[in-house]
């Protein structure tokens, strides 16, 4: 039916495109076409507001100035973003490009424990209105490992080139968000990119090329770790232990090991990096289009990590008659990652574990061997296509009633070609292959209507969205191929043939694949009233439907509504001052369909160390999902409530303006697996009834220190900070407590809340080990009793067990307060930016420590914790911080949920700096070249430096849960030298 | 102008169709296509199969989940000791309750209650399929409930063995509501299990898919390698009845067992190290651990390679190969050459012995003899058989009993009733096959019986989980190992429950020697 409604709909379209000669567009970009009053000679005042969609200009409080960002080798959405605007918070686990990053818009929305939760919480990003769809977390199903998803693991928010935005404004606003509806129920970054422009033909060269430095390390051999792990033997091994003494430590006279450790050599290297983009655009008052190419290369200097995306944007915007007006824009880009070759992330993908006793040796030579391997023989490409684009159209039904209908696309495509060669692996090659896509198509459709009498205003719109998500993915992988020669797999394509669809090469191809759908209906109504010029308001009605919520509650209402009072007409101020207040519900998309789904059978026969296996005996086995949980009926919507309360104020003359908004929002109702009795063989049940609270005040304040003038310093600054604390306000069926991967959640605490052991230090001698005066048994853990050497937590209920009940909540991971403090200078045609980055109150777990001190379980059980990296072969820890505990006892002494290994990752940073001159303010260049409208040459500096008493590399680099595993490549300082020349 | 007033008037009923009619309730309508809701299923033939290789599905994740067959029956107190793994060696030693994750998993009964719920929702739905699938018949389904009722029953004895006193539940609940059960007296467990089961063996075939009639489509040699028959139903009930000391019972569902094993293609293990398919044998590439074994299983659970279904972990392998055979220094677990030399006191045992002539050691258990880590090779199915030991997933069966064992528990029983000739005469067709010499009725006053066929059980038995539950049986019938015995005593032979068990059901309490 509505497939049906696009063809109709692209049928009429067509033939009026063609007729093309202008356009317009009001009513979605309505806060956004505040217009560029700027430099532009008028052409006709109204045509210019029907014509230049893209390339409005935004005033809000919350959109971010583009122009110094764009001085900086940025790579994705939440780069550009990161302390530019107060409220948003960026997670950023490793500097390699093109990894995932996490947007939060005022705090946690619900659990985030998992890399695959962090769909749940990250902000929405619309690029021309466009929502971008986000990869779905499905195929960590298959996955015993979660470090990164399989396939490129591109997130496709560094897929949008920055010489491409021209602007990006943060929403926050709970009716504006309304207005958008669930997909933006976190919040929404709003970009919108370059686009046509009617006037004269302007071009555009842009470029820059820099560099990554090479991070300075410690380095250590095997010499250094024997003496490290001495301090253990001496004290507590047995005989038997230390004739277990790992091979590679024991032999000093192996120089591999025991030799210099210079592995960094060829690990760090200075990386370059580049951009280079041409925009041309122009046109008349009835038609304008642009267009913009970029070449972007991002890499950084560890591991040989780096990206190069291409990136094409084409927009036309037509008004072929007063009444009616029709764009588009289309951007298409691709994306190629050079990945780490760390090993972890490559056993994880491979799910398989070979022996991990000898690491790779930290010398120059026997590394390059290693890295030689990897160059002749392995593939890992990584490439990734996205396709974004939209069709509008709009008509001026009735002067003061206008249409509006919208088609817009977003595909995402991820394929990866992998192959490790048995040299490699030592004894087994390895071959895996994913094809993968995300699918959103939303077809919007908006009537609007206004009238005005007097001094009041009405409008009032209604309109219908319907988006539908398609996620699927196809995943082979082999091992154990015939030679290194056959680096893919190849089947047999010819039906005719012998072994039609057979790989080649008797390879045992196991196959995986998987699809998924949301689809979502929405209809909405807005009312809006406006007084004069005094009093504003607007209330929002919508229904949505999903897919993914059961047959019986599928649809939702939530009403919006807010106010908006300006005072400063009111009572005749001079300075701004104006009062804003909202409130607004919105549901919560839910991206899997299988809550919809009710009672359901699976095929899940797997176990913890192989969760994949769906089959016995090669039949397909069919069971209720145990290890999923029990999905009943009546899981309904979840939803968030938003409240806020703006107040927008200047002072001196506009000289100094602040906006302070107090906000809470409650995501409620949200599912949740909950604990069952365990004896229905169900790991828990969904239920809905989680809900989370976030409170706190976004501030911004924006300083003209000294103001812009001819020869004369000028200083603008602008501060924005956020204090943001979050609460679980709700459990399902009433629960105060519950516990998930490892962390306790409890009703009234922060749900970023570590859940830790209080270390107090070591127990030196027996006399200090507390005995129970009514039982005579010493402490214990679990029932194994202390001694000399493990480690002293508090016994919190005073029982002289140590387990779960003594474990308290400390500690968070997501700050209290976190900004940006933005600057900049200009003086004559030189001008100076800088920016800081500043997140206090979050503290991380050292699981690298951890890790590293806890080296006798790790490699004994020869678990994925004993994987060494050549990077590890550094001293990346503050070893004075840690006691000297019994590695052996059965306590676990270096347990990672202890307040041990609580570190406060807190940090302030100067994230970029840069100084920039116009040439063509130089007479002899501006005579050269007659067309010249600017000539701008700059440099800038990133990741200049950071404070922190973290004792890991980098406070920032940590994973989405808080817990920092070292494995994040490191934020070194890039430099770059660039050139922005209109022409 | 006119135009103008035609086009638009033409695009405000367009707007009006496009605003009004998108609308539809239908396209919300986009069901998971990884699941079967239920609305939809229990409806055919295809079903009910589905659900009943389920059943045995999640019985193998159950068992071999972090290793655990091999764990509570072989590591705990058993002759294997762990290398270098701390967690392996608190199983042993039975520090069950140390921090070690995998103890705590080891600890959790939830996988073998899912097998339970499966079982008992299949006993509860199977029946309507009857009215949606003419092809599905009452007689199919008497044999698949037959069949779920002997994995509830053979699941609850599991359960019993670990955790003693366990919730009995005999139906799925299968509703959203998930009442709180205390833990049953094992007595009555075992009581309803052996009930069900009694039931069951009736029904129970001694092979499915015998020509002319197919078993859902495919005729026995598949079926004999993984489905549970009649031969089966009396081994758990033979099993049953041992762990709660009725000999009695014993003697006479074994009696039957060796009656009739035949009419299942069950044969004796003739040769300690098969060199083909088509002998019966024990260990090697063509022993009853492989899918080539070509004869009837009793209880076995298959991971074939060829299925895709060889893993890492849950094999005995994982534990116990390394080199030559995989690329791995050391095992994780090894049976040292003491043990070993204890264990096999005459040279011309097959299975681990010295060959007279070349005076080499015959390998068909262990590997590398000669090392200070000897490798326990008796079950080492590299992918499905192969030597080359580069990529290291096993496909190897999880044997859980076979004819040998239930021939020596004849023999224990028979002894235990006094009936000692009889079990003689058993013990020797064990050491028959493997080469040694036979036990002298005139040695009953020197080497005594009982002990005799529990050291027959420990050689031949070795990797296949019965170890620790044969030292219970044993010390039980006759206090010979004080540790043991205090163990038993203690409440001790039995596993902590997990935390998170407790966590979620109030009722349950631990058990007194974990607390």
Not at chain 1, 435 to 443: A, H, W
Not at chain 1, 723 to 745: H, K
Not at chain 1, 865 to 893: C, H, M
């Amino acid at each position: 039916m509505t497939r049906n409604l696009f063809s109709v709909f692209f049928l009429i379209l067509f033939p009026l495109a063609l007729l093309g000669n202008a356009n317009k567009n009001r009513e979605d970009f309505n806060y956004l076409i505040q217009q560029d009053t700027l430099e532009e000679e008028i052409i006709d005042s109204t045509a210019l507001a029907k014509i230049n969609v893209l390339n409005s200009k935004v005033l809000t409080i919350d959109s971010i100035d583009v122009v110094p960002l764009k001085k900086n080798p940025f790579l994705t959405i939440g780069d550009m973003i990161k302390g530019q605007a107060s409220g948003v918070y960026v997670q950023q686990p490793s500097a390699e490009p093109g990894t995932f990053q996490n947007i939060l818009v005022r705090g946690l929305s619900g659990i985030q424990l998992t890399n695959r939760d962090i769909n749940n919480n990250r902000a929405a990003v619309y690029v021309n209105g466009i929502p971008m769809s986000l990869e779905n977390s499905f195929s960590y199903d298959i996955q015993l490992y979660d470090y990164n998803r399989i396939g490129p693991a591109t997130d496709y928010a560094s897929s949008i080139d920055m010489s491409s935005i021209e602007s990006i404004e943060v929403i926050k606003d709970p009716i504006r968000l309304a207005e958008l509806g669930p997909l933006a129920s976190n919040g929404a970054i709003w970009i919108t990119t370059f686009g046509g422009k009617s006037g004269d033909r302007e071009i555009s060269v842009n470029g820059y090329y820099g560099f990554n430095t090479k991070p300075s390390v410690s380095p250590y051999n095997a010499e250094y770790e024997d003496m490290f792990r001495q301090n253990f033997y001496s004290r507590y091994a047995s005989d038997d232990n230390k004739l277990k003494y790992p091979g590679y430590l024991s032999d000093s006279t192996n120089v591999n090991y025991y030799g210099s450790s210079d592995w960094q050599d060829l690990y760090y290297s200075t990386a370059s990096l580049y951009t280079v983009d041409l925009s041309l655009r122009g046109g008349s008052d009835r038609a304008n289009f642009g267009f913009l190419g970029s070449h972007t290369k991002n890499a950084i200097s560890a591991d040989d990590t780096n990206l190069k995306r291409y990136n094409a944007l084409f927009n036309v915007n037509m008004l072929p008659f007063e009444w009616m007006s029709v764009s588009s824009y289309i951007n298409a880009r691709r994306i190629e990652r050079n990945r780490n070759r760390n090993l972890r992330d490559r056993y994880a993908e491979m799910a398989y574990l070979p022996d991990l006793s000898t690491p790779l040796a930290p010398n120059k030579n026997a590394y390059a061997n290693y890295l030689g391997l990897y160059e002749m023989d392995a593939v890992d490409d990584n490439v990734t296509n996205h396709l974004q684009g939209n069709i509008r159209l709009s008509l001026d039904l009735l002067p003061n009633l206008n249409f509006s209908t919208s088609f817009a696309l977003d595909y995402n495509e991820g394929i990866r070609d992998l192959f490790y060669p048995s040299k490699l692996m030592e004894t087994i090659n390895y071959m895996s292959t994913y094809y993968g896509y995300t699918q959103r198509f939303v077809f919007s459709n908006k009537l609007s209507y206004w009238k005005e009498f007097n001094d009041n205003r009405f409008t009032l719109s209604v309109g219908s969205d319907y988006s539908e998500d398609l996620y699927r993915y196809n995943f082979a992988r082999a091992y154990d191929g015939p030679n290194d020669y056959i680096k893919l797999n190849v089947v047999e394509g010819n039906p005719n043939e012998e072994g039609y669809l057979e790989p080649k090469g008797g390879l045992r191809v196991l196959r995986y694949n998987n699809k998924e759908q949301f689809n979502l209906h929405s209809i909405f109504g807005k009312i809006g009233y406006s007084y004069k010029e005094l009093f504003e308001f607007a209330a929002v009605l919508r229904w949505d439907g999903s897919s993914t919520v059961q047959r019986d509650s599928r649809w939702l209402f939530t009403p919006s509504a807010g106010a908006k009072w300006n005072l400063d007409k009111q009572l005749d101020l001079e300075n701004l001052f104006n009062i804003q207040a909202g409130f607004s519900r919105l549901g919560k998309p839910v991206y899997s369909s299988r809550y919809a789904s009710g009672p359901q059978y699976a095929s899940s026969l797997g176990w913890s160390q192989d969760p994949t296996v769906s089959s016995y005996y090669g039949y397909a086995g069919i069971s209720r999902d145990y290890t999923y949980g029990w999905t009943g009926y009546n899981l309904k919507w979840a939803y968030s409530d938003k409240y806020e309360v703006t107040f927008n104020n200047s002072f001196f003359n506009e000289r100094l303006s602040t906006a302070l908004s107090f906000y809470q929002r409650d995501d409620q109702d949200q599912i949740v697996l909950i604990p069952i009795p365990l004896e229905y063989g169900y790991t828990g049940q969904h239920k809905n009834g989680l809900a989370v609270r976030n409170q706190g005040v976004d501030a911004t304040i924006n300083g003209v220190i000294l103001p812009a003038g001819e020869n004369k310093l000028s200083w603008t600054s602008s501060l924005n900070i956020n204090l943001n604390r979050n609460e679980l306000t709700a459990l399902p069926n009433g629960l105060t407590e519950l516990q998930m991967d490892g962390r306790l959640l409890r009703v009234g605490e922060s749900i970023d809340q570590f859940w830790l052991y209080q270390n107090k230090g070591i127990y030196n001698s027996s006399s200090d080990i507390p005995v129970n005066p009514s039982t005579g048994l010493a402490l214990s853990n679990n029932g194994v009793p202390f001694e000399v050497g493990d480690a002293k937590w508090v016994d919190q209920n005073g029982d002289f067990v140590i387990n779960e009940e003594d474990k308290v909540l400390k500690g968070r991971f997501t700050p209290k307060y976190y900004g940006g403090f933005n600057n900049s200078l200009t003086y004559k045609g030189f001008d100076l930016s800088f920016s800081f980055t500043y997140a206090l109150g979050l503290d991380a777990i050292n699981q690298r420590a951890s890790n590293r001190y806890d080296f006798v379980n790790n490699e004994d059980n020869n678990t994925i914790g004993a994987v060494r990296e050549i990077f590890q072969w550094q001293q990346d820890l503050d070893i004075s911080k840690y006691p000297i505990y019994n590695v052996w006892s059965g306590t676990n002494p270096y347990r990672e949920d202890q307040d041990l290994f609580l570190e406060d990752a807190s940090y302030l940073k100067l994230r970029s700096v840069s100084f920039g001159y116009d040439l063509s303010r130089l007479n002899y260049i501006k005579s050269s070249i007659k067309t010249l409208r600017r000539a701008y040459v700059y440099v800038t500096a990133n990741n200049v430096f950071t404070v922190t008493k973290f004792s890991g590399n980098d406070p920032e680099l940590v994973n989405f849960n808080g817990i920092y595993d070292g494995y994040g490549l490191p934020l070194t300082q890039t430099y770059t030298l660039g050139i922005k020349l209109d022409l | 102008m006119l135009k103008e007033i035609y086009i638009k008037s033409c695009l405000l009923v367009l707007c009006a169709i496009v605003l009004f009619t998108s609308s539809c309730n239908k396209s919300l309508d986009a069901p998971s296509v990884e699941v079967s809701p239920e609305q939809t299923h229990w409806r055919s033939i295809s079903d009910t199969k589905a659900a009943l290789i389920g059943m045995y599905g999640l019985l193998r994740a159950a068992m071999v989940d972090n290793n655990a067959h091999w764990m509570y029956g072989e590591l705990r107190s058993g002759d294997f000791n762990s290398y270098r793994r701390q967690d392996l060696s608190a199983v042993k030693e039975s520090e069950l309750n140390k921090s070690y994750p995998v103890l705590e998993n080891l600890s959790n009964w939830r996988r073998f209650y899912a097998v339970i719920n499966a079982t008992s929702l299949f006993i509860e739905k199977a029946p309507q399929v009857l009215e949606y699938d003419t092809r599905y018949t009452k007689y199919n389904l008497e044999l698949d409930v037959a069949q779920a009722k002997a994995i509830r029953a053979f699941t609850y004895f599991y359960l019993v063995r670990i955790w003693g006193d366990v919730p009995l539940i005999t139906s799925s609940f299968d509703n959203g509501s998930f009442p709180e059960f205390e833990r049953t007296d094992y007595r009555n467990v075992l009581a309803f299990a052996e009930r069900d089961l009694i039931d069951a063996v009736e029904l129970l075939p001694f092979r499915y898919g015998v020509a002319p009639q197919e078993y859902y489509g495919e005729f026995s040699s598949n079926w004999q390698k993984i489905l549970f028959n009649k031969i089966s139903g009396y081994a758990i009930l033979s099993h049953m009845a041992a762990w709660q000391g009725k000999y009695l019972d014993v003697a006479s569902y074994t009696q039957f067992i060796l009656d009739n094993y035949t009419q299942s293609n069950i044969a004796y293990l003739q040769n300690a190290s098969p060199s083909g398919t088509g002998e019966a044998g024990l260990a090697g590439y063509y022993g009853i651990f492989t899918n080539n074994f070509n004869f009837g299983q009793i209880i076995n659970f298959s991971s074939a390679y060829e299925f895709g279904e060889a893993s890492t972990s849950g094999h005995i392998e994982e534990l116990t190969l390394a080199a030559p055979f995989i690329n791995k220094a050391y095992p994780d677990i090894y049976v040292s050459k003491d043990s070993i030399n204890s264990m096999f006191s005459e040279r011309n045992d097959r299975r681990f012995g010295v060959d007279t002539l070349s005076g080499l050691y015959r390998e068909s258990y262990f590997k590398n003899y000669n090392n200070e880590i000897p490798v326990f090779s008796k079950i080492n199915i590299i992918r499905d058989g192969v030597s080359d030991g580069d990529y290291a997933v096993f496909g190897s069966n999880l044997v859980f009993t076979r004819l040998e064992e239930l021939t020596l528990l004849r023999a224990e029983a028979l002894t235990v009733l006094g009936q000692d000739l009889r079990a003689i005469e058993l013990l020797n067709v064990i050491k028959a096959m493997r080469g040694t010499a036979s036990y002298q009725v005139s040695q009953l006053t020197t080497k005594p019986l009982l002990e005799e066929i529990f050291a027959e059980r420990r050689r031949e038995l070795i990797g296949e989980g019965w170890r620790f539950y044969d030292l219970i049986r044993l010390n039980r019938i006759k206090a010979i190992d004080p540790k043991v015995t205090q163990l038993i005593n203690q409440g001790g032979i039995h596993w902590p429950i997990s935390r998170e068990v407790l966590r979620n059901n109030k009722k349950i309490v631990q058990n007194s020697y974990w607390n």
